[in-house]
């Protein structure tokens, strides 16, 4: 079975402060993939970043930055420098090489960045 | 060029009737999947198309709901007799190719409202 946590339900930050949204996930198969996605105010999901298993390499784009760990089953996500056009809920979600083609979401976390 | 369009994007109908929502995916995206996402919950994985074949219907939630994909394009999700629980955003995605190789790109969503 896979599973996604994103323990924080809503977090509040001031504008410019870091921030890093949480992620841990479950599953058995040894190949598999990890995702963010971002749904703003619109509501329409948007891809910000796709991991494989096998690569652990941290990544950063931009203000924002991934930390993939596998000893922790952790895929952290951080904003530095956060802006109000990042307030959304962020969602993680993960897929296993069979897992059926589908995608397995954290219930998200509501970020709110005040001015 | 256009994204996942959705339609309608909004729907109130009576607990009872029967509704169809309607997904016209990218263009030449072969892969297309249904999620409904209920208020403060995460995504939920209802069905997945690979060309107009559903290899994995095993999120549809009861017989009251089926999907078709014609053409390898457009998809319907029906429900049938719909319920107060049945109310929530259905979101459908379109990818290119199978999940593992391409993220999914998603349209705004219908929101259902079951009175």
């Known amino acids: 079975a896979q599973k996604v946590t994103q323990a924080q339900t809503e977090i509040s930050v001031v504008e410019k402060e870091d921030v890093t949204l949480d992620c841990v996930y479950e599953?058995?198969?040894?190949?598999?993939?990890l995702f963010w996605y971002k749904q703003p105010p619109s509501g329409e999901l948007v891809f910000l970043i796709r991991r494989n298993s096998f690569d652990e390499q941290n990544e950063i784009s931009g203000r924002y930055s991934w930390n993939f760990q596998k000893s922790t089953s952790s895929f952290n996500f951080t904003i530095t420098a956060s802006q109000v056009v990042d307030s959304a809920v962020y969602f993680c979600a993960l897929m296993s090489n069979f897992g059926n083609e589908k995608l397995t979401f954290g219930t998200g976390t509501r970020l709110t960045i005040i001015p | 060029g256009a994204g996942v369009s959705q339609s309608p994007s909004n729907k109130v109908t009576e607990k009872g009737k029967d509704v169809e929502l309607r997904c016209d995916p990218i263009s030449g995206h072969t892969a297309l999947y249904w999620y409904r996402q209920s208020l403060g919950q995460g995504l939920e994985f209802l069905i997945y198309f690979q060309g107009n074949s559903a290899p994995d219907k095993s999120g549809l939630p009861s017989d009251r709901f089926s999907a078709e994909r014609t053409g390898g394009s457009v998809s319907t999700l029906t429900i049938q007799r719909t319920q107060q629980e049945d109310s929530a955003v259905y979101l459908c995605a379109s990818s290119p190719y199978r999940g593992l190789v391409s993220p999914l790109h998603f349209g705004n969503g219908t929101r259902l409202t079951v009175t």
């Open positions: 599953t058995r198969d040894t190949t598999y993939y």
